[in-house]
């Protein structure tokens, strides 16, 4: 398959017709190049904020629920175009209230595919923001999206950064990582945990990220990163376990083939076989001792 990652600017969009113009001219980019998979960041949809009003952008709660309600048209319009261009979308991921999991919203990324199957996947793990000032919370389980493609995985950001929840997605072919960072920090702390994980269950890591300022939405007002796509340093992949990056915060699309053939053949026979051997670990760490030493 041939992955698409965005480097994505939020604008302050004057109407639905404007985004919806914005969304599909960037489908059909990826689409034009051969993209099969296309990634969109975390929290991408708070640009949707701006069609309840400026004020409704600037104010952290009332930004929550004016995404939340547009939420229905966005998914349509994503499912529309999934099957329009001949490809599969994770989009943006959203704030969505969901009665089932509490009175709060959870952080939702939304994966259609070109027939019309669209599945979710919560954010698990908050950040101290999304804790503490924005009243965000964790959301369903995590889920493997058994697809045409081959078996693709979501870990939104900080999510991607906490080896456990990677190895839940061990039978993954793909690993999604949309993200939102603030700082050249943050966006490192996550490209290095989607790094971990491509090494970890040896297999392809792709992540996308907001950039550029919006100052009209303080929830994502600053946001450094680009477009990425990892594996393992080991047979079949390039050395350094960058199979493709793109340039710090300069928007568009970076592409990169991912092959799952390649995904099994070094799991089965890589120089180094570091998913099978996972479970040799519990038993060295029971093991470990402390000693004092003068």
């Known amino acids: 398959m041939k992955i698409a990652t965005a480097a994505y600017p939020l604008d302050p969009v004057q109407g639905w017709q404007a985004y919806a113009d914005k969304l599909r001219d960037w489908v059909a980019d990826a689409a034009g190049q051969g993209a099969d998979l296309l990634l969109f960041p975390e929290y991408g949809a708070m640009e949707l904020a701006m069609l309840d009003g400026p004020e409704a952008a600037g104010d952290l709660e009332r930004a929550l629920h004016a995404v939340a309600r547009w939420l229905p048209q966005v998914d349509e319009l994503h499912s529309e175009l999934a099957a329009k261009f001949g490809v599969h979308i994770c989009a943006a991921s959203a704030p969505v209230f969901d009665a089932a999991l509490g009175e709060r919203p959870v952080n939702r990324a939304r994966l259609f595919t070109p027939q019309g199957g669209c599945g979710v996947q919560d954010k698990q793990i908050m950040t101290r923001f999304e804790r503490e000032e924005w009243d965000v919370i964790p959301g369903g389980p995590l889920t493997l999206f058994d697809t045409a493609l081959g078996r693709i995985g979501i870990l939104i950001c900080y999510d991607s950064e906490f080896p456990l ?130």
């Open 165 to 294: 929840l990677g190895r839940a997605l061990a039978e993954a072919d793909v690993i999604l990582v949309p993200s939102a960072t603030e700082a050249l920090a943050g966006y490192w702390r996550v490209r290095i945990g989607a790094m971990a994980r491509a090494l970890e269950n040896q297999c392809v890591v792709a992540m996308a990220s907001n950039v550029g300022d919006a100052a009209w939405c303080p929830a994502v007002d600053e946001n450094t990163g680009m477009g990425g796509v990892f594996g393992p340093p080991d047979t079949g992949f390039p050395p350094t376990g960058v199979i493709a990056e793109g340039q710090l915060n300069r928007p568009g699309w970076t592409f990169a083939q991912a092959d799952p053939h390649l995904v099994e053949r070094v799991r089965a026979d890589g120089v180094v076989l570091n998913r099978s051997h996972w479970d040799e670990q519990p038993g060295r760490v029971e093991k470990a001792t402390t000693t004092r030493l003068r």
